[in-house]
């Protein structure tokens, strides 16, 4: 493929093989702009238009991948903030219990679980059976 510039006079200069207008093409922006686009392809934000069909498909590729980023991202939050109501809801049901005044010795109960390396729940269940007169709960020494 052979470019020439509109002004072309067809006289070469002395030790080049073109004219000035000739050679003043490789300094054209548009002409850099479509030897870019030659070179590295359709630039990504481009229209879709401009994009040829496996341009396309990447395009609809890396698409489908951020969507389906961000709707794992969505369901991991929504996962934590489910853990996270759950564990408030227990420590309100935790604190409405102790103010029921059922058990009398509210610390021993709370240090023993804690001692034994229970969870809130596990706290709540030494809390209901001491309250039921099930368990009698002495603190640890």
Known sequence: MFLFATGCS????????????CQNLSKNKNLEGILTRIKDGVHENANFQYHGFGGLIELLR???????????????????????AVALSDHKHFMTAIASGKVERVD????VGVAQNRGIQGIMEMFEAAAEGVVRVTPPI
């Not at 021993?108 to 240090?111: G, T």
Request: charged letters at 20%; hydrophobic letters at 30%; proline letters at 0%.
């Open 10 to 21: 067809g006289h070469l200069l002395k030790g080049s093989h073109s004219c000035q207008a």
């Open 108 to 111: 021993h109960v709370i240090r």
């Open 62 to 84: 890396r698409k489908n991948v951020h969507i389906e980023t961000h709707r794992l991202r969505g369901l991991n939050q929504a996962q934590k903030l489910l853990q996270s």
